[in-house]
């Protein structure tokens, strides 16, 4: 489409206005020299006067010609502006659920040494009820480290069981509670610390560091159906 309208434009621009050509001024210059030396000055100021409008027509005839090939001129074809997409916001996929971790034990017995046997009984009913207790006088050999495998025991355990009786809180106690609660604080409070009222305890005798946990009494002994199935709940069992 471009080349036919160029070779058109230039048919235009060979084709020249009648009477503005060369031959046209050739003619009234030649007038014009036999007007001077005939001495007809009205003759010369005729012709002299075509000639410059002959001139300035033709003139303002090239220039129009000149700017219709111009016109004529292919263009170049500019590519359409394609804008980028809007960037469009998506909200951050939430992190994946993260598995619950695994522990080797559900629960960990804390107790005062006098309250062994009461322990004892207590380990039994959590296994038979499908719990996994963590109990030092099954889990501590002769000749182990006690204290790192209590520490081993404590890491290891979902739950932290803080038995009390009518002795109170023991010294060795009161430091397996104090890692049980840091524990269950960087837990978020996955990771509980159950105190347990031994028979014969009494509520006012929890010391202030576990005060603020929810019990388990066994008032009416070890055999109290409730208070046992409040345990095993608060260990993980069902």
């Not at 206005?17 to 009234?28: I, S």
């Not at 001495?39 to 002959?54: F, I, K, M, R, S």
């Not at 359409?80 to 809007?86: D, G, K, S, T």
């Not at 009494?202 to 199935?229: N, Q, T, Y």
């Amino acid at each position: 489409m471009a080349t036919h309208d160029n070779d058109l434009a230039r048919r235009q621009v060979s084709q020249r206005p009648e009477g503005f050509g060369w031959w046209d001024g050739g003619v009234l210059a030649t007038l014009l020299l036999f007007a001077f030396y005939r001495h007809e000055l009205g003759l010369w100021a005729v012709g002299l006067t075509l000639l410059l409008v002959t001139l300035a027509l033709f003139t303002r005839g090239e220039a129009a010609q000149l700017r219709m090939l111009r016109t004529a001129e292919p263009t170049e074809q500019k590519s359409p502006r394609i804008l980028p997409e809007p960037v469009r916001y998506l909200p951050p996929l939430p992190p994946p659920p993260q598995a619950e971790p695994e522990y080797a034990y559900d629960c960990f017995l804390s107790y005062h040494a006098p309250d062994r046997e009461a322990a004892r009984v207590l380990v039994a009913q959590l296994k038979a009820a499908g719990l996994r207790p963590w109990f030092d006088q099954d889990e501590i050999r002769t000749g182990q480290p006690w204290m790192e495998r209590v520490e081993q025991g404590l890491a290891q355990s979902r739950a932290t069981l803080v038995l009390i009786g009518t002795h109170g809180v023991g010294r060795w106690q009161r430091q397996e509670a104090h890692v049980a609660i840091r524990q269950a604080i960087a837990a978020a409070g996955a990771r509980p610390v159950i105190p347990v009222l031994l028979p014969g305890a009494d509520r006012c005798g929890l010391p202030p560091l576990l005060d603020s946990f929810s019990w388990v009494e066994f008032a009416h002994g070890l055999d109290d159906a409730d208070a046992f199935e409040r345990l095993v709940v608060g260990c993980g069992g069902s």
